[in-house]
């Protein structure tokens, strides 16, 4: 190569290192920097306290806010996607990001405990839409890119339950699809134990837009079995399994698919702080699982549902079989607050003629909850065993059939790598 073309490919180069990088961001701290910055394409760099701000502007445009920091990978490798969206937004929509790296104290604020976190906020929507995770990206590109709607509105049962009512099957969490994939097949066998369409009641949580769009192919799947269904209410759930129980059957059936809730106080082995005491007894109502279509973040006292919940209700039917299936986090806590089932019981333990089967121990989570999944890993483990079952339901050996189940659980686990203090640890209890 000459020295002219050694000089021009230099000259080259200078320029290039001299063309100041590309602008993808902006701070904004005022609505009309806002949409100066959207006019450009921007993604708008915001503090916590103009969220609200934003929060009102989505009642005239969709709004969307992200929760990142450097410490995220999730975050970094999403980075590019989210300025990208930003730049399609021109005029249609809002996205802002707000980095909360060493501020920690921002994610209790808004009640995040992961990242990347997104609050949706869209015109017609009563309440900001929440999400956590980078898999949730598309379909905040099909609702904000494509402009999609709000779902045509789920049907429902509305006529009241009859009387005789045998078994209650619960999908109590909006979030994912798989609840409803799960007691959709509860359905289908609890029909093949011999039980009548009158005599099972079964509830489900209508999504809402964001996660319609996450499942989309699956909820549309269940429209026609949602109109057997009414919506998971608590105080609805609890009717049901008052009204079948008042008829004192020889077996009654429960099974909830849900998200579970644990006391703070309970420590999730190895993520106790070193030097941490050990928790102390803990009162068993603090254990909740999730029952309404609202995110469980948020959900209030009149959407959880506790231990002492169901005991009020099974304690009228001292003699009827009852057999209770828990599909959610740290649900063992329905049996022992402290995996002590015969010397420290949850109220439900201490009843006569039950059987409790659960997805968890109290201080473990479960898995398969999330969104994609076509089961929970628990729901669909306690299936291929039940499906080999041909006796009723009263008649099934249920600590055979839970053994099973624990072991199949197991081996999954074991295949996916966990370590034993990760694993979900299945319980069992039963008491004449």
């Keep these: ?25 902006r701070p904004v701290a005022t609505i009309e920097e806002a949409q100066a ?18 929060r009102k502007e989505g009642t005239k445009q969709p709004v969307l806010v992200e929760l990142t920091a450097d410490w995220c990978g999730a975050c970094q490798s999403i980075k590019k996607r989210i300025e990208r969206l930003a730049a399609k937004g021109k005029g249609r929509y809002l996205v802002a990001s707000l980095d909360v790296s060493g501020r920690e104290e921002i994610m209790v604020q808004f009640g995040v405990k992961a990242l990347p976190a997104f609050f949706l906020y869209l015109p017609g929507e009563p309440r900001e839409l929440k999400a956590v995770g980078s898999d949730v990206m598309p379909a905040l590109e099909k609702i904000l890119k494509e402009n999609a709607r709000a779902p045509a509105p789920f049907p429902m049962r509305k006529d009241p339950l009859p009387n005789g009512i045998k078994a209650v099957i619960v999908a109590g969490s909006s979030d994912a699809a798989n609840f409803t994939e799960e007691i959709y097949l509860q359905y289908i066998w609890l029909k093949e134990r011999g039980l009548k369409i009158e005599e099972i009641a079964c509830f489900y949580a209508r999504p809402n837009t964001l996660q319609y769009y996450q499942d989309q192919a699956q909820f549309e799947r269940f429209r026609e079995f949602y109109g057997l269904c009414k919506l998971a209410e608590k105080a609805d759930v609890l009717t049901a399994v008052a009204q079948g129980l008042k008829e004192q059957p020889d077996a009654f059936y429960l099974y909830i698919s849900t998200h579970g809730n644990k006391p703070e106080s309970v420590k999730i082995p190895g993520q106790q702080a070193p030097g941490a005491e050990k928790a102390e007894s803990q009162d068993s109502g603090d254990f909740t699982l999730v029952l309404d279509s609202r995110d469980k973040a948020k959900a209030s ?24 299936v828990l599909q959610a986090c740290y649900s063992g806590g329905f049996i022992s607050a402290q995996n002590e089932p015969q010397t420290h019981p949850s109220p439900l333990a201490q009843l006569p003629a039950m059987t409790l089967l659960t997805a968890s121990r109290a201080d473990r989570v ?67």
């Excluded at 910055?37 to 934003?54: K, P, S, Y």
């Excluded at 959880?304 to 057999?323: G, H, N, R, V």
Aim: glycine share 4%; net charge negative.
């Design 1 to 25: 190569m000459n020295l002219r073309k050694i000089y021009h490919v230099l000259s080259l180069l200078m320029v290039v290192l001299l063309i100041p990088a590309c602008v993808h961001s």
């Design 37 to 54: 910055a959207n006019r450009e394409g921007l993604l708008l760099e915001i503090e916590a306290d103009f969220v609200e701000t934003l």
């Design 301 to 324: 006292a009149d959407g959880w549902l506790t231990p002492e919940d169901l005991a009020q209700e099974f304690s009228k039917a001292p003699q009827t079989k009852k057999i209770v």
């Design 366 to 432: 479960s898995f398969g909850c999330e969104t994609g999944a076509m089961l929970t890993e628990y729901g669909h483990s306690f299936l291929k065993v039940a499906v080999e079952e041909k006796a009723k339901i009263s008649e099934i050996d249920w600590q055979a059939l839970a053994a099973k189940v624990a072991e199949d659980i197991n081996a999954k686990e074991s295949r996916g790598r966990f370590s034993q203090d990760q694993r979900s640890l299945p319980q069992f209890f039963q008491k004449p």
